[in-house]
Nanobody
Framework: QVQLVESGGGLVQAGGSLRLSCAAS????????MGWFRQAPGKEREFVAC????????YYADSVKGRFTISRDNAKTTVWLQMNSVKPEDTAVYYC??????????????????WGQGTQVTVSS
């Protein structure tokens, strides 16, 4: 199972930008679809974005479409989430996760087998 470590979270003002990184431990990283999820206090974990194993397909939640961009570099075994025009409602712990391609819905947390420990993002108004 792939080990994942997120970084890049922090405090940012509304309208600003932040770039999250997720480093994977295994060379088999390139065989996994990768997703970003977030969880705010008192709320369920929700889908943010997903990128296919090849990087050829990306998917976004409606709430972040046009503001966030997911990307990956399989040689560096890293996936990123570029967050632009952030809003206070983007405040949450952000997690990256790995899933086997064609194994289920990309927006369901239960589809993902490996998770990082999360990184806190706080957007001030």
């Amino acid at each position: 199972q792939v080990q994942l470590v997120e970084s890049g979270g922090g405090l940012v003002q509304a309208g600003g930008s932040l770039r999250l990184s997720c480093a994977a431990s295994r060379r088999t990283f390139s065989t996994y679809d990768m997703g970003w999820f977030r969880q705010a206090p008192g709320k369920e974990r929700e889908f943010v974005a997903c990128i296919s194993w090849s990087g050829g397909s990306t998917y976004y939640a409606d709430s972040v479409k046009g503001r966030f961009t997911i990307s990956r570099d399989n040689a560096k075994t890293t996936v990123w989430l570029q967050m632009n025009s952030v809003k206070p409602e983007d405040t949450a712990v952000y997690y990256c996760a790995a899933k086997t391609p064609y194994s289920g819905s990309y927006y369901r947390p239960a589809t993902y087998a490996g998770w990082g420990q999360g990184t806190q993002v706080t957007v001030s108004s």
